[in-house]
């Protein structure tokens, strides 16, 4: 069985550039979840994605956007970047209808300079 | 709306020694709750969940956490640290608004000292 995987490990962007990070899921998940996790705290949640369409967001701009294709992958892309953006980016796989029980990929370290 | 606290930003014990990790969590309603466990960069690692049932939940690398609904409380212990268990903890709960996310704690390091 495969975990969840992101790419890249690590980024760094500068101010006002775009991003996109990247994610698959484990195997025979369906739902992904994307969170964000500043220095020294818990993740947050940015949104969830299922059979390819927005299922949820929490509360961020809409600069942060994301897709989710047939395979279950899924993408992150941040435009217009600012500093405080610079963060750790998680991903999590679920099942849908047992999304409570989410499975973490080692995440995307971004740093906005 | 759900949210959840733990005590202590860093907890240190002796190699050996009790771990006793603390979590309150408020809901309105029967919540699920979730130890997760973070290594130096790396991602999250699902430790133990209580969903429904026994209200002692065993995980993984002998830790373990009692769901007390009239604490309020999640608290995970091991009975013996050992030198691996320092990390980073997370406490969460699942929020279900229609769809489900976690809304985690601010974590609690665990120092463990020789």
């Known amino acids: 069985e495969t975990g969840v995987t992101q790419s890249p490990t690590h980024l760094i962007k500068t101010r006002g550039q775009q991003v996109t990070l990247r994610c698959s899921s484990q195997?025979?998940?369906?739902?992904v979840s994307w969170y964000q996790q500043a220095l020294g705290q818990g993740p947050q949640f940015i949104f969830q994605y299922y059979r390819e369409e927005e299922n949820g967001r929490g509360n961020f701009p809409p600069r942060f956007s994301g897709l989710q294709f047939p395979n279950y992958s899924s993408e992150l892309n941040v435009n217009a970047l600012e500093l405080d953006d610079s963060a750790l980016y998680l991903c999590a796989s679920s099942l849908k209808g047992r999304e409570e029980t989410q499975y973490f990929g080692p995440g995307t370290r971004l740093l906005v300079l | 709306a759900q949210s959840v606290t733990q005590l202590g930003s860093h907890v240190s014990v002796s190699e050996g020694a009790l771990v006793l990790l603390r979590c309150n969590y408020s809901s309105s309603v029967p919540p699920y709750l979730f130890w997760y466990v973070q290594y130096p960069n790396q991602g999250l690692q699902l430790l133990l969940k209580?969903?429904?049932?026994?209200?002692l939940v065993k995980g993984i690398n002998g830790f373990e956490a009692e769901f007390k609904k009239s604490e309020t409380s999640f608290h995970l212990t091991k009975p013996s640290a050992h030198m691996s268990d320092a990390a980073e903890y997370f406490c969460a709960v699942a929020l279900n608004t229609g769809f489900q996310k976690l809304v985690f704690g601010t974590g609690t390091r665990l120092l463990v000292s020789p």
């Open positions: 209580y969903t429904t049932g026994a209200t």
């Open positions: 195997s025979g998940h369906n739902t």
